[in-house]
């Protein structure tokens, strides 16, 4: 459960302990996401941009190997919610036989429960912490990832990310590409990257125009920067 905005190195801990423990049950894993961003609804995202849109959250987690993705709308209202009112509310209904979170996982209104909350409670399942993780002694955390993709130390990010950083927009048949407002990019420049799976070149002008090296379909285009 979380934002899990990068669907970077610290998040594939978790999910690998989530799909880890999804076989010993004889069950399916599954991660319950957040959309739009909380921080953007509670009013402390200013300026800040995502790591992965929606789309492109759902395609990562497809890759890694997660069976199911909820996604809640996260409202005003839904910050409001106790720990207690969340759980019964948007956790009960679904069967949980184990809940995995991180060493800093924080929900419900105030930020009031975490770890220790949930572990002292009888919510219906057990519950599994992951600690910190860290790449060649590096912390991994969105923030990190931002500053190095903003910086254009795009090797620095994939190493924190734990895979290429993936952008998904759409080519329009008038040559336009629509990419997602909010959505991080690289600083303007030539990049080698993949092109729904072909090797070519991404250009990335200062205005946030996106060129093509090479000639994807006109629709959904998927874009890793390698």
């Not at 919610?81 to 509310?89: A, D, G, H, K, R």
């Amino acid at each position: 459960m979380g934002s899990f905005d990068g669907v970077h190195e610290g998040h594939r801990e978790l999910l690998r302990r989530v799909m880890e423990l999804s076989r010993e049950f004889g069950g399916e894993s599954i991660v319950l996401t957040f959309d739009p961003h909380p921080r953007y609804v509670l009013g402390t995202g200013e300026r800040m941009q995502l790591l992965t849109t929606l789309e492109e959250k759902l395609w990562l987690l497809e890759r890694v190997g997660i069976d199911n993705v909820i996604v809640i709308t996260f409202t005003e209202e839904l910050s409001h919610l106790s720990p207690q009112e969340f759980i019964e509310q948007r956790i009960a209904r679904l069967g949980l036989r184990g809940m995995v979170v991180g060493y800093n996982h924080r929900f419900g209104y105030k930020k009031e429960g975490d770890y220790d909350y949930l572990e002292s409670r009888e919510c219906g399942f057990e519950v599994f912490k992951v600690e910190q993780h860290q790449v060649a002694s590096s912390k991994v955390s969105s923030t990190i990832i931002r500053q190095a993709l903003s910086r254009g130390m795009l090797d620095k990010a994939a190493r924190l990310l734990g895979h290429h950083y993936v952008v998904a927009c759409e080519l329009l048949s008038t040559g336009k590409v629509v990419i997602d407002r909010d959505k991080l990019l690289p600083p303007a420049g030539s990049y080698a990257a993949r092109v729904n799976g072909v090797p070519g070149e991404v250009r990335i002008g200062v205005e946030r125009e996106l060129s093509f090296g090479v000639s994807p379909d006109v629709g959904k285009v998927i874009v890793e920067f390698v």
